[in-house]
């Protein structure tokens, strides 16, 4: 079982080699990471995995309500993904300021 390359950011490096699934025993011939020694017993394909996680495609993520501003634009920021730091409110960022330092690097 191959797996999908997914998001269209780019192209993820796809390791081959000739695994078994530890639930169903299915033959996994690529992964999407390097896979270590000490877990080969632990690879699961990506039926399995997903059935493990969950149907959906990604967990849902906690969002924090509250009124910030972006330290960068001065925009009201009212859901977070985590809880702000009171020491480090002012290296909070919007979304779009903190893609835009992102794509610098």
């Excluded at 191959?2 to 950011?9: C, I, K, L, T, V």
């Amino acid at each position: 079982m191959a797996y999908d390359q997914q998001n269209g950011s780019g192209s993820r490096p796809m390791h081959q080699g000739n695994w078994t699934c530890a639930q169903c025993g299915a033959a996994i011939t690529q992964l999407p990471f390097a896979p270590r020694e000490d877990r080969l017993g632990d690879l699961m394909c990506r039926d399995c995995f997903r059935q493990r996680r969950g149907n959906s495609d990604r967990p849902q993520r906690h969002m924090v309500q509250g009124e910030w501003q972006c330290a960068s634009c001065g925009t009201t920021i009212s859901e977070l993904p985590f809880n702000p730091d009171p020491s480090r409110m002012d290296q909070l960022k919007c979304k779009a300021c903190h893609q835009a330092q992102r794509t610098q690097y």
